[in-house]
């Protein structure tokens, strides 16, 4: 019972605080903007953050993003110290807060409302309710939730025509020292009643709107009378700690990342999803209401954010033209630069009202939108600035709504009756958008770049977070094993900065990408050659002609079909009856194209050549020969990105393509992938979830008791490797392979001085899961599988100059012939795989 007692006095004690006139004072704390520039300094500014010892206006989540942290005066020496210390770039933003706070409220607030000022609670409701008395017809008060201190969450439905309109909601003061977010919404409300410009009139005519300027009054109250700097709701969380996060207390993901559970910080969620009252009833509200559009107001930091869990879903498709749009009219008339992009791109956050809304009340058009400034006042803006932070929010409303009036009207229908064929449509639309627009790397440089010690191979990786910045050509996994880095012009600056930190040996490998490529590109011809690389239609019509020439041994075979419903077409070449078989697989990534070449230089060598160690190789043997196992991702690096990889398949809104040499079913997606849909390595949703692979392993299935021996060729890197990659244990015939690769790889060194390296693929180059030569040796115990990784070692990489085709077709073959000569217990291979 005395428990009980206690917890009473010390819950009463936190409670008093509420009526007593002590009021929180920021005298002399001082804001500061520190730009971190290395991975060291962001680690130390997220620890401190942790610690709780700062407070965070803008929080630390990667480096060259500034963050804004608030000093109380007795810690300013130990803030300098630390800066100082890790040699911080820091600039002082803000001089004395509370001189800012006395800024902000109003000491001669006029009776009426107005926008000269930010306004209590009280006066904003009473504004509510007299203009729902002044417009009887078109105001209704609406009251979505109530609050934990007993208030009414308090809004007005607006309908200036009585017919049926599509719905807009808006959301405002969810965090409560925001005051310009329900400035703001109560600014919109109030042109939407009174304005006569017709832009303004016909949005709000065509619409029914929903709008509720303040989510947590209980909290926006404590602003006003106790803390300015409050965020939170006023519930109890602890015998300590008071308030909740509203915005991560959603059902939706809810605490999974960027939070808290210290129940003192600002990030903390609740004690589990819709624990406060506050977002439990609203969220009964707005599911119980109709609207198609839903934007939440925040500060600060001008950004306009969409949830990105929900991107799968085809209609998602015009946020990209409403971002564009409204963010191209907000810089042209107002020369007000803002942010856009999905929430998790800028912060990653769980629980939030707009991620809710989007997923489970499954409404189309959700926005997070951060109002004014950038830093120079952060949540303290001057009342000044609300009048013109109303006037460009407007303005992108009306953009909003023109541009996408018709195409709501349709998504209003999908909505409301989930037309599939509609969706259909839009998810094609989603695909000529990404596909637009021919890729160039003009100015693109790429560094070679050799980690000596472990630290910088875990530094390196850390870079692969950001892939629009900087491409790996290999990810970085040994120690000494060199790495070509890719890297966007505008990010040169960052990434020399980066790399010193590293402190990785390195330098310039390739001066402009795009010169490679254009010295790479074919030179149309009607003839089939070596001496440039071939659009699939070239190649495809030479297997044609080889068809043609040699009815009696060669035969046109389709191993199976593309997404965008092309032949995967290959050869059938037969010397002789019953011979055993081997199979040749290439461009299964579309950007290595000395892949298919090579592997059509020795599909000609095989037909026509009279050395007697080639005509043996081909005389004994059945050939299964495809030079493209991706035709849709070979057809785009010629005509819209060079160095892309992946199938075509789009995976969800942004995102295009699967790695096919990761989507067959052995081991599949146990290591070497990325869940992300737009990295690389994705494997795709399940084994075999893309055609492609799934109707080759299908054609491969009906013939695995015809060929013995499966050799996949890569580039680059010069390596011959073996199975497996999804395990670095010694398997299988490992020694065998190993030592006749050893022979092989001799080989290849000796005409032209090529070295290449020999192991199993994980000790080689990487881990990897769910490739084609895993799945031919794991299901169907084949013995003889290799994987070739052709020239070069990187001075051209993927961009292999064409002149180099037939040299490097030349040592494939001479190695093939090593291979098949040394195999030991020959007949026993044959014998037991056929």
Request: glycine share 4%; charged share 20%.
């Amino acid at each position: 019972m005395w428990k009980i007692i206690a917890l009473c006095i010390t819950i009463t004690g936190l409670a008093a605080d509420n009526v007593t006139n002590v009021k929180a004072s920021y005298e002399n704390y001082k804001v500061f903007r520190i730009h971190p520039r290395t991975y060291m300094q962001l680690e130390v500014l997220q620890d401190l953050k942790n610690s709780n010892e700062f407070s965070y206006w803008q929080e630390p989540t990667e480096i060259y993003k500034e963050v804004d942290i608030m000093i109380p005066p007795h810690k300013l020496t130990h803030f300098y110290e630390i800066v100082n210390n890790y040699k911080m770039f820091h600039r002082l933003q803000i001089r004395n807060v509370q001189e800012l706070i006395n800024n902000t409220i109003s000491q001669n607030q006029s009776q009426n409302f107005d926008f000269n000022s930010y306004h209590a609670l009280e006066k904003i409701y009473d504004n509510l309710d007299e203009l729902a008395k002044k417009y009887p017809g078109q105001v209704q008060v609406i009251v979505g939730g109530t609050t934990y201190e007993g208030r009414e969450i308090k809004g007005v439905k607006v309908s200036i025509s009585n017919q049926t309109r599509p719905g807009i909601f808006i959301e405002g003061g969810i965090h409560a020292r925001e005051w310009i977010s329900p400035a703001t919404v109560m600014y919109i409300l109030h042109q939407l009643l009174f304005s006569n410009d017709t832009d303004v009139r016909y949005i709000a005519d065509n619409h029914n709107w929903f709008i509720f300027p303040i989510f947590n009054p209980d909290g926006y109250v404590y602003s006003f009378t106790k803390d300015r700097l409050w965020t939170k709701n006023r519930k109890p969380s602890s015998s300590f700690c008071i308030g909740s996060n509203l915005n991560r207390n959603w059902d939706f993901q809810w605490n999974t990342t960027g939070v808290s559970n210290d129940p003192c910080t600002e990030d903390y969620p609740g004690s589990k999803a819709f624990s406060e009252i506050e977002t439990e009833s609203m969220s009964h509200y707005m599911r119980s209401s109709h609207f198609y559009a839903y934007i939440s107001f925040h500060s600060y930091g001008q950004q306009l954010l969409y949830s990105c869990s929900y991107l799968n879903i085809p209609h998602y498709v015009i946020l990209f033209q409403i971002n564009l749009i409204a963010i191209e009219t907000l810089q042209k008339k107002y020369n007000t630069q803002y942010e856009t992009g999905c929430i998790n791109k800028f912060q990653q956050l769980s629980g939030l009202s707009t991620n809710y809304v989007a997923n489970v009340v499954r409404t189309p058009i959700v926005y997070l939108y951060k109002l004014h400034d950038k830093s120079e006042y952060g949540f303290l803006l001057p009342p000044k600035q609300i009048i013109p932070t109303g006037k460009k929010t407007l303005d992108f409303f009306i953009a909003m709504c023109n541009e996408t009036l018709f195409l709501l009207q349709q998504l209003l229908k999908i909505f409301l009756y989930r037309d599939i064929m509609w969706k259909l449509t839009v998810l094609s639309t989603i695909v000529i958008i990404i596909t637009a627009q021919k890729a160039t790397y003009d100015n693109y440089k790429v560094f070679r770049i050799t980690p000596t010690t472990q630290k910088h191979i875990t530094l390196l990786r850390e870079l692969t977070k950001f892939r629009d910045r900087f491409i790996f050509w290999e990810a970085p996994v040994w120690v000494n094993m060199t790495l070509n880095l890719m890297i966007v012009p505008n990010y040169l600056p960052q990434f020399y900065e980066v790399i010193t930190e590293i402190g990785a040996p390195y330098y310039i490998n390739i001066e402009n990408v795009q010169t490679l490529i254009d010295q790479t590109m074919p030179r149309y011809k009607s003839t089939f050659d070596f001496k440039s690389y071939h659009s699939l239609e070239i190649i495809y019509n030479n297997m044609d002609d080889l068809a043609k020439r040699y009815p009696n041994k060669v035969k046109i075979i389709v191993g199976g079909k593309t997404y965008e419903k092309r032949q995967i077409k290959g050869v059938q070449v037969s010397f002789k009856a019953n011979n055993p078989g081997i199979f040749l697989e290439g461009g299964i990534h579309a950007r290595e194209w000395i892949s298919p070449a090579t592997v059509m230089y020795i599909l000609h060598e095989l037909l026509t050549s009279n050395n007697s160690d080639i005509r043996n190789l081909a005389d004994s043997h059945e050939w299964y020969i495809f030079p493209l196992f991706n035709p849709d991702g070979y057809v785009y690096t010629h005509k819209m990105d060079r160095l892309w990889r992946k199938n075509r398949k789009p995976q969800n809104l942004f995102c295009v393509g699967t790695d096919l040499n990761r989507n067959w079913n052995y081991k599949w997606n146990t290591t070497g992938v990325s869940k992300n849909p737009c990295f690389n390595s994705y494997p795709g949703t399940k084994p075999f979830s893309e055609i492609e692979t799934k109707s080759l392993s299908k054609y491969i299935q009906s013939i695995s008791n015809k060929f013995y021996a499966y050799i996949s060729f890569h580039s680059f890197k010069q390596l011959l490797m073996f199975p497996y990659g999804y395990t670095k244990a010694h398997l299988d015939n490992y020694d065998e392979l190993y030592a006749i690769g050893l022979k092989a790889i001799a080989v290849l060194k000796k005409k032209y001085g090529t070295e290449y390296r020999i192991g199993n693929i994980a000790e080689t180059i990487y881990l990897a899961s769910g490739t084609t030569t895993d799945y031919i040796k794991g299901t169907y115990n084949k013995h003889i599988v290799y994987i070739y990784e052709l020239r070069d070692r990187g001075d051209y990489g993927f961009l292999l100059p064409p002149d180099q085709i037939i040299p490097t077709g030349v040592e494939t073959l001479d190695s093939l012939v090593t291979i098949f000569k040394e195999i030991p217990m020959y007949q026993k291979y044959v014998r037991n795989d056929l």
